[in-house]
């Protein structure tokens, strides 16, 4: 099952991953994602969550989205992680006004 939560800071973050975790999900099975890099990088770590890497994407997609734009990147990883191709670009959307998204899957 796929849960996608979308919150404006990592306060907000934080409390839904516990939210989330008091579901049964584990911190490897909830992503972080935001327009920017480093700020995901940075929220990630501390909120110590899962990354989509090789695993989820498979290596040619992981390829490919080092050359692509940075929302491709974005819709290309949440569609890995279980956003369907219209939940992805409205995530995305959601990015682009500076909010983050969580998902969580198991």
Request: hydrophobic letters at 40%; zero cysteines.
């Amino acid at each position: 099952m796929t849960v996608k939560k979308t919150v404006e800071n990592a306060v907000q973050a934080k409390k839904e991953i516990e939210e989330l975790v008091t579901q049964g999900y584990t911190h490897d099975d909830i992503y972080i994602f935001a327009h920017d890099k480093k700020r995901a990088s940075h929220i990630t770590d501390a909120l110590d969550t899962e990354s989509v890497g090789m695993k989820e994407q498979g290596f040619l997609d992981g390829m490919k989205n080092m050359f692509s734009s940075r929302g491709d990147e974005l819709r290309s990883k949440m569609e890995a992680v279980g956003l369907s191709v219209v939940e992805a670009a409205d995530a995305e959307q959601e990015l682009d006004q500076g909010k983050l998204i969580l998902i969580a899957k198991k």
